[in-house]
Every structure is written in C-alpha cells, then in structure tokens.
C-alpha cells in the first residue's frame, strides 16, 4: 500500500514533525487564477470610473481585495504537527491547536460528496476543516484518510510521551 503522506514534496513526515500542503502546481493553479481575477475586476472599476458609474465601483473594489487576498492565502493552506501542537492554515485563518484540545482526526470516509474533506474533531465538540487535504472530484477519497490516520498515529506518540517535548 502506498502511503500518500510521507512521499513527495506536498507532505513531509519526520519522527518529530508532520506537514501537508497543497502541491506547488495547485498552488500556481490557484494563484494564477486569482490574479486573473484581480486583473478583471481592476478593469472593471477603471471601466466604471471611466463611465462614472460610481455605484458599481465599490462592487469592483472589494472583488478585487478579495481576489488578492486569496491569491495569497490559498498556496499557504497546510497542515502541520509537531509536539506542541497543530497548526491548520485554512482559508479564512490559522488555528492553533494544543493537543489536549484535540480529540481525533477524521478523514473523509464515506462521505459522498465530490468534495469531502478531512476534519480536526476538537474535545470541546466542534470541528476544524483541514482544506488543505480536501479532496478533488478525480482523487480517490481512501488517499485522504491517510491524512487523518497519520495525523491519529502522531497525535497518539505525542500524547503516549513516545516524543519528546
């Protein structure tokens, strides 16, 4: 069985540390795509100013900051661990998570969606997506689980004291 996780520039797994991130060429993907869309919504609000329709301006302003904004977030999304804790780079921000606040990790399982998504379960009932491992319509949802069962066996010789502090 190949383990998806410890192969490969996108994860990197040493006895003291666990990291997975998007791979380079989704991360070009993605932040080409975003400054595309920069680019077209800065046209748009000079075309406005142009036309001196200034109602549409602020519309085209916040396009394109968000535009940027994800352009800069969305190659950084990662999951990473080492004694102290997890750090998940989503989206919208970073949570830093201490282990005692964590009570498992769990892969996309038969979760039929298109788009499943391994999740950090915290010990206080809620949840932490890892979209960084978020599965693409052509890759098979097993690959994903990988994440949470690697993410499970750290999580256990951490706090078995296996590692050291």
């Known amino acids: 069985m190949v383990n998806y996780f410890t192969e490969g520039p996108a994860a990197r797994s040493t006895g003291d540390r666990f990291r997975f991130r998007i791979r380079r060429w989704q991360a070009a993907v993605l932040t080409t795509s975003m400054a595309a869309l920069a680019f077209a919504s800065l046209a748009v609000g000079v075309l406005l100013v142009a036309a001196h329709a200034w109602v549409g301006l602020p519309i085209a302003v916040a396009a394109?900051?968000?535009t940027i904004y994800l352009a800069v977030r969305l190659p950084r999304l990662s999951i990473s661990a080492d004694v102290n804790g997890v750090v998940v780079r989503s989206i919208?921000?970073?949570?830093?998570?201490r282990w005692d606040e964590i009570l498992e990790f769990r892969g996309a399982g038969p979760d039929a969606t298109a788009t499943a998504v391994p999740r950090v379960i915290l010990t206080n009932g809620g949840w932490v997506k890892i979209v960084a491992a978020a599965r693409s319509a052509w890759e098979p949802r097993t690959k994903f689980d990988y994440v949470a069962a690697e993410l499970n066996g750290f999580m256990r010789r951490v706090k078995s004291g296996e590692l050291p502090a």
């Open 92 to 97: 919208r921000r970073t949570y830093r998570l």
């Open 64 to 66: 394109f900051a968000g």
